[in-house]
T-cell receptor, first 115, second 113 residues
Framework: DAMVIQNPRYQVTQFGKPVTLSCSQT?????MYWYQQKSSQAPKLLFH???????NEADTPDNFQSRRPNTSFCFLDIRSPGLGDAAMYLC??????????????FGPGTRLTVL | TQLLEQSPQFLSIQEGENLTVYCNSS?????LQWYRQEPGEGPVLLVT?????EVKKLKRLTFQFGDARKDSSLHITAAQPGDTGLYLC?????????????FGKGTLLTVNP
């Protein structure tokens, strides 16, 4: 089945130790998004790629970076995780954003713990 | 500024009861999506509504998009414990260069057996 896959599902890192989260998609969608979600809150958009074009949200800390080496894969790099970065990180994709019928499809998320 | 006001934030009911969750805004949305999210999982799309006044049904769930496309509701009939989860509404703004979904804060529903 076509889907959005995130690895790992659970990630534990130490304060200040860089970590990379991975997302892949078999939907061949143009756009890939990264969201941060804290407990029982709405997802907060960090940034997105439309094809190779990177779009950062104004309030996303510099500590968060992203790479999209090809259509299928997108990575979230946290350069120096702090305790406040512990959260669920969600990847989503969509085909034609801006079309009223466009839909975002979410992966299962990666739960990040910072010790 | 919270563009999408979702209410109630928390809801705990008994199995068999009916409930309605509301999503309201002063802004017009070209489409609105409802997701359900279970603990430790990503949001799963339930429905997308596009046309003002549109009503969609998914088994015991009924979704309505307001005539002016500024609000939406989700009604669950005869709720079951399996309906427990975080319900999120998310709207896409009119005006094609905006690729972002605006999320409501979510409604955490608990259905007790």
């Amino acid at each position: 089945d076509a889907m959005v896959i995130q690895n790992p599902r659970y990630q534990v890192t130490q304060f200040g130790k860089p970590v990379t989260l991975s997302c892949s998609q078999t939907l061949n969608h143009n756009v890939m998004y990264w969201y941060q979600q804290k407990s029982s809150q709405a997802p907060k958009l960090l940034f997105h790629y439309y094809d190779k074009d990177f779009n950062n949200e104004a309030d996303t800390p510099d500590n968060f970076q992203s790479r999209r080496p090809n259509t299928s894969f997108c990575f979230l790099d946290i350069r120096s995780p702090g305790l406040g970065d512990a959260a669920m990180y969600l990847c989503a994709t969509s085909l034609y954003p801006g079309l009223s019928t466009d839909t975002q499809y979410f992966g299962p998320g990666t739960r990040l713990t910072v010790l | 500024t919270q563009l999408l006001e979702q209410s109630p934030q928390f809801l705990s009911i008994q199995e068999g009861e009916n409930l309605t969750v509301y999503c309201n805004s002063s802004s017009v949305f070209s489409s609105l999506q409802w997701y359900r999210q279970e603990p430790g999982e990503g949001p799963v799309l339930l429905v997308t509504v596009v046309t003002g006044g549109e009503v969609k049904k998914l088994k015991r769930l009924t979704f309505q998009f307001g005539d002016a496309r500024k609000d939406s509701s989700l009604h669950i009939t005869a709720a079951q414990p399996g309906d427990t989860g975080l319900y999120l509404c998310a709207g896409e703004r009119s005006g094609g260069s905006n690729y972002k979904l605006t999320f409501g804060k979510g409604t955490l529903l608990t259905v007790n057996p």
